[in-house]
């Protein structure tokens, strides 16, 4: 007998104890755990599918979305949408639905702990003990840079830009910060100084990327920029990948143009385990999980399926990225 539940389209499995029967109205087809995208066994059901909830890395490019005639929400646990072709989307008339603010306590908390991390060492630190070089106590053994009266430098100052403003102000930083338009309020609030990019890079001991991924944002951070910063400072990027330009960033690693990175995003995404980043004890790298605490992932996949079941019922989604559909 044929299912009629509407079809759905899931690249990824959830736990069972996260979702209940919050799917249990649609027909689910989950796609391979170790494939990302639509694999082959999703494809197949493109003709019929009603909604797909996907995650930040499955690519849906506009010619894979065309041959889904019945697709009626693209709903990602995510708050970006770079992975998706949101413009043509909005022109078969397809919401396309996200996960904005849960991710913003989660992600700064991360940042700082990066950026505390890699300023004090704790990586370096730590293998050597494991490896049997803590052998006395050397008053020159794992030197750190103090965080109270560094500049802190703040590259997008959004939602998570400022709970990382907010974080460090507590530790006696300086802030300083760029962003596309003016911000007095959070000059106020923070205590901070709104500078131009170049201005940023040039003075602060840390500089925090904390800007969406767009084609002006791509390799933000290049030869030139890198060529201006401090030889002390400290690089952390929680944003995308694509900000920052790998192949400069290796270099002013290995070069001694900054001291040192934490990087909780990378370009590839994931970064090959035999990449030369991985070889630097000055370069800290963690797989994407600015959003890894479970009360955070759970509330996304909340979201995701309450944009889901709203596209598939013909109401407007809670969290569009897309709400010109509507008018």
């Known amino acids: 007998m044929k299912n009629s539940k509407p079809l759905v389209l899931m690249t990824y499995e959830l736990p069972e104890n996260w979702m209940g029967d919050l799917l249990n109205q649609f027909n689910v087809i989950k796609g391979l755990p170790d494939q990302r995208g639509l694999d082959k066994n999703l494809i197949i059901h493109l003709d019929q599918v009603e909604g797909i909830l996907c995650l930040l890395d499955d690519p849906l490019p506009g010619n894979l979305l065309k041959k889904a005639p019945k697709l009626k929400v693209v709903s990602t646990m995510a708050v970006g949408v770079d992975n998706i072709d949101v413009s043509t989307c ?3 008339g ?3 639905g996200h996960t904005p603010g849960v991710l913003t306590e ?3 908390d991360l940042t700082v702990a990066l950026l505390l991390a890699v300023c004090r060492q704790l990586f370096t630190a730590s ?4 490896q049997g070089h803590w052998t006395n106590w050397d008053p020159t053994g794992w ?3 103090d965080l109270k009266n560094s500049t802190v430098g703040i590259v997008g100052l959004g939602k998570i830009g ?5 974080r460090l102000k507590g530790f006696g930083a300086n802030i300083i910060f760029t962003n596309r338009s003016p911000l007095p309020e959070k000059i106020s609030s923070l205590n901070a100084k709104q500078v131009s990019l170049d201005e940023l890079l040039k003075t602060s001991d840390f500089i925090c990327l904390h800007t969406p991924l767009t084609e002006k944002t791509i390799n933000l951070i290049d030869e030139k920029e890198f060529q201006i910063m401090k030889p002390s400072a400290i690089l952390i990027n929680a944003a995308r990948g694509p900000v920052v330009n790998t192949s400069a960033l290796l270099r002013a690693l290995k070069n001694g143009q900054i001291r040192a990175a934490g990087l909780d995003v990378t370009d590839p995404e994931p970064l090959p385990p035999d990449h030369p980043l991985f070889e630097l004890d000055n370069c800290l790298i963690t797989p994407h999980i600015g959003s890894a605490t479970i009360q955070t992932r759970k509330t996304m996949a909340l979201m ?3 944009n889901l079941k709203a596209g598939i019922m013909g109401t407007q989604l809670p969290f569009c990225v897309n709400p010109e559909i509507y008018q």
């Open 304 to 306: 995701a399926i309450e």
């Open 106 to 108: 989660g992600t700064a």
């Open 127 to 130: 293998k050597d003990a494991r």
């Open 90 to 92: 909005t022109r078969l």
């Open 162 to 166: 400022t709970a990382v403003g907010e």
């Open 143 to 145: 030197l750190g840079v």
């Open 94 to 96: 397809i919401p396309v």
